[in-house]
């Protein structure tokens, strides 16, 4: 992740609306926390209907909601009830990933079904639930409040790892997609956000790294901190209304010129 300096005051997520996915466990359930903790309308996403509740229960305030997003016909009834929990969304972070094969396999080796889930999770789950949210955020950008979309990369998105192909390809599509959202969102007040955690001390990292010694990984409250910081940086530096306003016209001038 690249270095933030962030400029936003204590307050900064104080109110702001947010949506979690794969909120019960490692650094999701850490975000619920740190976001929670920030004075943030917190609503979280998680598979397990046990681990959600304990979740909602260990974090009073937080709504907690049960949902696959790799799983197209769950998308619609988890953006349903992520609006009607918290009244509207600032930002959402796609965070729920998978690794593909456990143990990690070649790609020569990876089952066509294996590939398909970590694109299904890490890829088309994130474009999904943003394009349902989609609404709901340019709606909150035009009434003048900050909007982030974060996706949580790796930087097996961009280093190839032998072993993490399934993993490490869908979070390069993902990381590319953030890209494309914030040139074709910015303008109407949407930012969008790619960054890489580090390797942590999670459940996932150790399906991946058995054998791995956690002293030498990251917390994962520690890189909930670092991404809280950098959303609260994001929306330090958004343009105002009439700022986005003014980007919108220049660019559909700019696109007529061309035209």
């Not at 953006?79 to 009607?84: F, H, W």
């Not at 150790?206 to 940086?233: F, H, M, N, Q, S």
């Given at each position: 992740?690249?270095?933030?300096?962030?400029?936003?005051?204590?307050?900064?997520?104080?109110?702001?609306?947010?949506?979690?996915?794969?909120?019960?466990?490692?650094?999701?359930?850490?975000?619920?926390?740190?976001?929670?903790?920030?004075?943030?309308?917190?609503?979280?996403v998680a598979r397990n209907r046990d681990r959600v509740a304990t979740g909602a229960l260990e974090n009073p305030g937080t709504h907690g909601i049960v949902g696959d997003v790799s799983?197209?016909?769950?998308?619609?009834?988890?953006?349903?009830?992520?609006?009607?929990r918290l009244g509207g969304l600032d930002a959402l972070v796609n965070n729920a990933s998978s690794l593909g094969p456990t143990p990690l396999a070649l790609l020569s080796d990876t089952e066509?079904?294996?590939?398909?889930?970590?694109?299904?999770?890490?890829?088309?789950?994130?474009?999904?639930?943003?394009?349902?949210?989609?609404?709901?955020?340019?709606?909150?950008?035009r009434q003048g409040r900050a909007v982030v979309v974060l996706n949580v990369s790796s930087d097996a998105a961009i280093n190839a790892y032998s072993g993490w192909g399934a993993y490490g390809a869908s979070k390069a599509a993902l990381h590319h997609m953030s890209r494309?959202?914030?040139?074709?969102?910015?303008?109407?007040g949407v930012q969008f956000l790619s960054?890489?955690?580090?390797?942590?001390?999670?459940?996932?990292?150790?399906?991946?790294?058995?054998?791995?010694?956690?002293?030498?990984?990251?917390?994962?409250?520690?890189?909930?901190?670092?991404?809280?910081?950098?959303?609260?940086?994001a929306i330090a530096s958004a343009p105002s209304p009439a700022e986005s306003s003014a980007s919108a016209k220049l660019l559909h001038e700019n696109a007529a010129r061309v035209a």
């Open positions: 992740m690249n270095e933030v300096h962030n400029t936003a005051s204590p307050d900064s997520l104080r109110g702001l609306r947010v949506a979690i996915t794969g909120g019960t466990s490692g650094l999701g359930l850490a975000l619920v926390r740190e976001m929670a903790s920030r004075g943030a309308h917190v609503a979280f799983r197209k016909q769950e998308i619609h009834p988890i953006a349903l009830q992520i609006l009607g066509c079904e294996d590939f398909e889930q970590a694109l299904a999770t890490n890829v088309l789950g994130p474009f999904r639930l943003t394009k349902a949210l989609l609404g709901a955020l340019t709606a909150s950008a494309i959202w914030h040139e074709e969102l910015v303008a109407e960054a890489n955690p580090g390797d942590m001390d999670t459940p996932l990292h150790a399906l991946a790294v058995p054998d791995a010694d956690p002293v030498t990984l990251k917390r994962p409250g520690t890189a909930a901190t670092e991404l809280a910081d950098l959303i609260a940086a």
